[in-house]
């Protein structure tokens, strides 16, 4: 099955196709907002990881611990150019010392390999693009680890149900699959695309409901966690996507590309700019790296990280010029739309070194 094929069984099962992303929209309208979701990511990809020195190796290139995270575990990172612009963003999961997969935008891996690869070349290690080989699926909702523990028969007891930080293989047909725990509402699925139709039929048929891409992108928004795109890359510093207080980024682990330029900022507290969640009335979706500004013609204060559709609004993470903010200013897109913003689910301003 290659990925024109899976849009065709997707099709058949329901789906509208818009720049790629798979909407559930009218099959969605007599369901409960309570209901586990099902959700394809094709427009998500990933880069595998492999060989004696893969940890290594990216220690020292990627801002999150690695050597601290256990096996089998995940967490938020990214990778930064000498000036300490993340050129990607990722959830990087680590199967061992010696397998790590990055899931991050199909459309960013390409620059994020490429990027890593010339740092590759004095260790063991192996890097490529699985985007088209490998698959992800997502189950959102209310505890979604332990529901996606007890439909991938991946614990035989509560105790041992998925939580959030934590990733799984298992079985499928003969072949290895992953499932790791963004949080407690996300669990994200990686399986070889050839046996994604079957995993889907089976999931839909035990009870979460088909969705569209924009709930899981919703739901990353809602928990105040950015993406990187290719219109993004080198736009923004780790701090300015409050990536230091979601655990992505270490200050005791040493050297990694862009560290003094990360550390300084931090030690001096020199952000001038951090990323907030907002609402703007319903209409075109803005594009990550769009300008956001001030009223009448006003200078450029921001820019937009990622943007969803929340019922008739859009919702949105913006990073933006923290003085501005401050002073109660009026901030709006180029088209006229005001932000309204939003509580983030965690202290965006709070000290990772206190």
């Given at each position: ?315 949105l993470l913006a990073v933006l010029t923290k003085s501005k903010v401050a002073d109660g200013e009026s901030l709006q897109l180029a088209d006229g739309r005001v932000l309204e913003l939003l509580e983030l689910p965690y202290d965006a301003d709070a000290d990772p070194l206190a």
């Amino acid at each position: 099955m290659d990925q024109q094929q899976w849009q065709e069984f997707l099709s058949s099962q329901g789906a509208q196709w818009n720049d790629g992303a798979a909407d559930f929209s009218p099959a969605e309208n007599g369901s409960s907002g309570a209901e586990l979701r099902l959700i394809d990511l094709s427009p998500m990809g990933a880069i595998a990881i492999n060989g004696p020195d893969s940890q290594k190796f990216l220690q020292g290139q990627l801002t999150c611990d690695l050597v601290k995270l256990p096996d089998e575990h995940l967490t938020l990172g990214s990778h930064c150019n000498p000036k300490g612009r993340m050129i990607s963003a990722f959830h990087a999961l680590k199967i061992s010392q010696t397998e790590f997969v990055l899931l991050l935008p199909r459309d960013l891996v390409t620059t994020a390999l490429t990027a890593l690869k010339k740092y590759a070349v004095f260790f063991k290690t192996q890097l490529e693009d699985v985007s088209d080989s490998q698959h992800w699926l997502a189950l959102c909702g209310r505890d979604a680890g332990a529901a996606a523990s007890q439909l991938l028969n991946l614990s035989h007891d509560s105790s041992s149900d998925l939580i959030p930080g934590q990733l799984r293989s298992f079985d499928h047909n003969g072949h290895r699959a992953l499932a790791a725990c963004l949080g407690e509402r996300n669990v994200v699925i990686q399986l070889p695309l050839e046996q994604t139709a079957d995993l889907w039929q089976k999931l839909a048929g035990s009870g979460p409901v088909p969705s569209s891409y924009c709930r899981w992108q919703y739901q990353l928004i809602e928990a105040g966690v950015p993406q990187v795109y290719q219109s993004s890359s080198e736009m923004f510093i780790p701090q300015m996507v409050n990536l230091q207080v979601l655990g992505g980024v270490s200050f005791k682990k040493g050297c990694y590309t862009g560290q003094e330029v990360v550390a300084r900022m931090q030690y001096l507290g020199a952000a001038k700019r951090r990323m907030y969640r907002a609402r703007i009335d319903g209409g075109e979706l803005p594009q990550p790296a769009a300008e956001i500004f001030t009223p009448a013609g006003g200078s450029s204060v921001g820019n937009i990280v990622q943007a969803s559709r929340a019922g008739d609004d859009v919702e949105l993470l913006a990073v933006l010029t923290k003085s501005k903010v401050a002073d109660g200013e009026s901030l709006q897109l180029a088209d006229g739309r005001v932000l309204e913003l939003l509580e983030l689910p965690y202290d965006a301003d709070a000290d990772p070194l206190a």
